[in-house]
């Protein structure tokens, strides 16, 4: 399928398909394909994405904890693979862990209405209970526990910049007096500002009048 060109791809999946027929594709996509597609037209897996009613694409668990751990701080996620455009390359570190690998589930019902879900699958070999192995990506002890994921981006440049508040310096916030709008009574008075002047506020009466 990845060798047929993008143009005879839909009429080679309408031959296989009937209303009794259910046709279940794998595309490798760490496998560069050698056919030729036109530059105006799409590639052979957009076709198959495009046509297909279920797509579940297959994530490592160590990648996709790289890219959150990269989204919570606000930097550029890492790429692996052919994504990573090294040579020689093929998968990135991390990706040949046989613990769990992360579903990336897509279904489109009849109505159009989509539905996407992202499951980690356990390679547990004592249970033949697909339910017991299969949880959500966002129930995943790991895809939430602050530690793993500060272990994963470890090797990730720091900021220089210290974002956060000290204790000291929140104190100073919750103290600092701000002017505020006063509303009148009077229809015609309109409103004023009031501030009240602090220890710290340097006035010259003098200026003022002036």
């Not at 692996?80 to 279904?107: C, K, P, R, W, Y």
């Not at 989509?114 to 070999?125: I, S, T």
Request: proline share 4%; aromatic share 6%.
């Amino acid at each position: 399928m990845q060798s047929s060109t993008a143009t005879s791809l839909p009429a080679l999946l309408s031959s296989f398909i009937t209303p009794l027929v259910s046709l279940l594709a794998v595309y490798h996509t760490d496998i560069p394909s050698d056919s030729m597609k036109p530059s105006y037209g799409p590639s052979s897996l957009s076709l198959c994405s495009y046509l297909a009613t279920t797509v579940i694409t297959v994530h490592s668990l160590h990648h996709v904890l790289a890219r959150k751990a990269a989204r919570d701080r606000s930097v550029i996620e890492p790429s692996f693979g052919l994504d990573e455009e090294t040579s020689g390359v093929i998968q990135g570190l991390g990706a040949n862990s046989m613990n769990e690998v992360v579903l990336e589930l897509e279904h489109r019902r009849k109505s159009g209405r989509g539905v996407k879900e992202w499951y980690v699958l356990a390679n547990d070999n004592s249970s033949n209970d697909i339910r017991r192995r299969l949880c959500l990506l966002e129930d995943f002890p790991g895809y939430t526990t602050v530690s793993i994921v500060s272990e994963v981006a470890a090797d990730a440049s720091l900021s220089t910049f210290e974002l956060g508040l000290t204790d000291k310096q929140r104190r100073d916030r919750e103290g600092v007096v701000l002017p505020y709008f006063d509303a009148q009574k009077g229809s015609n008075e309109g409103g004023r500002i009031l501030y009240d002047m602090g220890s710290e506020d340097d006035f010259d009466e003098e200026e003022d009048e002036i």
